[in-house]
């Protein structure tokens, strides 16, 4: 079923660093359920980009709208502090690089996945632990583990914690920021592959920054390739590494190493 | 009756931006329809565009030029024109495609590899779930891939096992058009045979197939209609192109 | 008019009239200060449980002294005023008797260690047993004003967290208690919602004194001179505990009653007697007890001349 407008539209976004345009006039449309992968090398904008859509950094110019559940289309820019932050704890979520930044270390891992709920009023601490119990266990983490704090957790379980406590308040878009970068591959493939099954039971429209390419045609349906703060192509996933037409691209597609 | 698949005017040339620009015509001006029920052949030899075509038509390459037009249910739609959007959509309801080799996930089992065009139509559901993996597993059986191995990520089949799990994928879900590209060329007699009957019963319900069969006694069986790839074939340009 | 003139304004006021003979102003602070710190208080009742920045002075005693809480009490106090000062419930602890000479002699008011006789009283770490009246005030000090501090040490971040009512984090450090214990932890400086709007650190007080806070018709002022932070509780506010549906707050109990007045209804301290482990409990407040010793003594020579009638 296709719904007529965008989740997320950005148009013309240019942040600057100085004299540097870290990201320069970009734009693109994100539709509900779709995975939209941004890949390009270190320095391309796309971090920056990830953070002016997702209201973590306030772009110079341009402007980044996103649809609501029941208030039709907002401009995130223009709205109060309160109701960006309400939107971050509720209907989107963004998972770091860096588990530790998106986590609250000191504090258990059935506190870090509930607290959303007790952001949004939920007082049963029955219920919240409850809750909280079922989604490690669809992170796959030993239910055991509800009370540990994540400090005693490998990086691969602390991603999925992470990604546990952006979920449980089942946001229609997620941001991600290298969600699999600097974790062994098996721990990698065990990753995208609950990433996968969640973006489609779920039904997420997500954003995610890679710089591995493998990683973008496994979870991304369409793609955006980023040199120097510009969108240099865009297309479909398979299509754009399968026959990238700019020639950044092409360098990129051909510089990847088969094992 | 109306085509299902209306090419027209379908060019592709490669260009490689670092190798100084050089360019690789591959078709140019193909002109073809296939109507439901019929199964066009590619004929040509290697390197004739036909692997290209189907790729094209797919939208997995990008047409340098001319249209591609099929009907999702509701109105026509040039895939050569089409957003990402328009194309995923396609992809899912109206087009099937069988590569020629099969790409693996790691730890997504066979199983679920051949149920996924099924499961992506159900929001995750169950009921929608046990009845995808059940079609699967009748399709799996019928291609005699053993049942120990349904279980398993594909990736350490053997090329006739992945073969047909890709083919079992493409086919588990009744499409308006399928595109094989070789769907016979690593297997064995038996299986051979339970593909053609599939290719058959596919264009007996209706879906224009469009296929790239090397092997004769494949070709003869199921295609209704052989097209020469020989006018298709850009003339290569006597030197290379600088100017 | 000259500033040297107005007395308002002038820097010494050592006129026998207040009974000050330090040769610093009366109560200490410089009347500009006392200003700053009034107009403090009055944003504070304003905005109850919000904390109000002010320009902490030094005083003649180290941060971490209940300098907070001098500073709020010497902003506030008047020749007429009445001054209680207990710490930990006791008005003969070294800290209470120091500070209330300290008050003492530089205003002249006259002291008491009975709660009601007071007008005002400064506290450390208890609420008088004994209710207190409208007119009354009660001024609380403050370590850590910030109830959100240990769990969020960006103050960037707490103060948004204040604007905008974000509280679940004061949540998650209960959820935590519970996970790790069973059961709620905090026994002291337990945070409360006020007005239903603010949360607010109510200083190290026991739980068992929450409930006093709330619906209190006596003025209640918090002062935190290290953090240079002043808040209010107006009086007959709304004042709740946090807690669970199903972990519900609850006061401590003892099971003994105080060895000396017999009340089952007041924070017991714990006394040790000797070194094979004997023990009894007391009154913390001792005012309370007093009052309660005093009340039985009257009540049993009200009896006694019956007796020796007979």
């Known amino acids: ?259 | 009756m109306n085509p299902a698949l209306r090419i027209r005017g379908l060019a592709k040339t490669f260009v490689l931006h670092n190798q100084g620009g050089a360019e690789l015509p591959v078709l140019y001006g193909v002109d073809l329809d296939v109507h439901p029920g019929e199964c066009v052949a590619l004929d040509g030899p290697s390197g004739a565009g036909k692997s290209t075509l189907l790729k094209c038509i797919y939208a997995n390459y990008r047409a340098s030029s001319g249209a591609i037009v099929v009907n999702d249910g509701a109105r026509d739609i040039d895939m050569a024109a089409a957003s990402a959007r328009e194309l995923i959509a396609l992809r899912r309801d109206t087009l099937g495609y069988v590569s020629q080799f099969l790409r693996t996930i790691p730890r997504v089992s066979a199983l679920d590899i051949v149920a996924g065009p099924l499961l992506e139509t159900g929001g995750g559901e169950a009921e929608v779930a046990r009845d995808a993996r059940r079609e699967a597993e009748q399709l799996l059986l019928r291609l005699r891939i053993p049942i120990r191995l349904w279980s398993v990520p594909p990736a350490t089949f053997s090329g006739g096992e992945q073969q047909r799990i890709n083919i079992a994928r493409g086919l588990i879900r009744a499409k308006p058009v399928l595109l094989l590209d070789e769907p016979t060329a690593a297997l064995d007699a038996d299986n051979r045979i339970t593909v053609m009957a599939m290719i058959n019963e596919a264009r007996a319900a209706g879906t224009a197939i469009i296929g790239i069969f090397h092997d004769q006694r494949v070709r003869d069986a199921v295609a209704t209609r052989v097209v020469d790839m020989a006018p298709f074939q850009r003339a290569q340009p006597a030197t290379p192109t600088g100017a | 008019m000259k500033i040297r003139d107005n007395p308002e304004l002038s820097v010494r006021d050592t006129g026998p009239k207040t009974g000050n003979k330090t040769g610093y102003n009366f109560a200490y602070l410089d009347e500009r200060t006392k200003r700053m710190i009034r107009r403090a208080i009055l944003k504070a009742v304003a905005i109850p449980g919000y904390q109000v920045p002010f320009g902490s002075r030094e005083m003649p005693l180290p941060y971490g002294w209940g300098t907070g809480g001098i500073q709020v009490t010497a902003a506030i106090i008047g020749p007429d005023d009445v001054l209680k000062v207990i710490d930990q419930g006791a008005d003969d602890t070294v800290n209470a008797v120091n500070i209330r000479r300290f008050l003492q002699r530089t205003t002249g008011v006259a002291t008491t260690g009975c709660t009601t006789e007071a007008t005002l009283i400064q506290t450390r770490h208890r609420i008088p047993e004994t209710p207190l009246a409208e007119k009354q005030i009660l001024v609380y000090q403050v370590p850590l004003p910030e109830p959100l501090a240990k769990l969020e040490p960006r103050e960037a971040e707490t103060r948004v967290m204040h604007s905008l009512a974000e509280y679940g984090l004061m949540h998650v450090k209960l959820y935590e208690d519970i996970a790790r214990h069973g059961h709620i932890a905090t026994t002291y400086d337990y945070p409360v919602m006020v007005d239903g709007r603010y949360l607010m650190a109510p200083s190290p007080i026991p739980k068992f004194d929450n409930p006093k806070m709330h619906m209190n018709p006596a003025l209640q002022l918090f002062g935190a001179g290290r953090e240079k932070r002043i808040y209010a509780v107006p009086p007959y506010t709304k004042v709740e505990s946090l807690a669970f549906d199903d972990f519900p707050f609850e006061v401590q109990r003892w099971d003994d009653a105080c060895a000396l007045c017999g009340a089952t209804d007041s924070f017991l301290d714990e006394v040790i007697t000797d070194d094979q482990g004997g023990r009894m409990f007391v009154c913390s407040d001792t005012d309370y007890c007093t009052q309660r010793l005093n009340a039985e003594a009257a009540d049993e020579a009200a009896h006694e001349p019956k007796r020796s009638a007979a």
């Open chain 1, 1 to 259: 079923m296709s719904a007529q407008t965008p989740i997320l539209r950005a148009m013309n976004l240019t942040m600057h660093y100085g004299a540097r345009a870290a990201v320069d006039d970009a734009s693109f449309d994100l539709w509900p359920g779709e995975v939209l992968a941004v890949v390009g090398e270190s320095g391309s904008g796309k971090t920056t980009l990830l953070n002016c859509v997702s209201a973590r950094l306030k772009p110079d110019a341009g402007s980044v709208e996103f649809l609501t559940r029941h208030e039709g289309v907002v401009n995130i820019y223009a709205l109060s502090e309160a109701a960006r932050r309400l939107y971050a704890r509720t209907d989107w979520g963004y998972v770091h690089q860096n588990p530790a930044e998106g986590l609250r270390m000191n504090v258990s891992a059935g506190a870090n996945v509930g607290e959303r709920l007790m952001a949004l009023g939920e007082r049963h601490y029955g219920r919240i632990r409850g809750e909280a119990a079922q989604w490690l266990s669809r992170v796959e983490m030993e239910a055991g583990r509800i009370d540990d704090s994540p400090v005693t957790f490998s990086g691969g379980m602390r991603q999925r914690l992470q990604i546990a406590r952006n979920l449980v308040t089942r946001p229609r878009l997620v941001f991600m920021d290298e969600p699999t970068s600097g974790l062994d591959v098996s721990v990698q493939a065990k990753l995208l592959d609950l990433l996968r099954n969640l973006s489609h039971q779920m039904q997420l429209a997500a954003i995610v920054v890679t710089h591995d390419l493998a990683v973008a045609r496994l979870l991304a349906q369409r793609m955006l390739v980023m040199k120097s703060g510009r969108v240099v192509e865009e297309g479909l996933t398979d299509q754009v590494l399968d026959d990238p037409q700019h020639p950044y691209t092409q360098l990129l597609v051909s510089s990847v190493l088969q094992p």
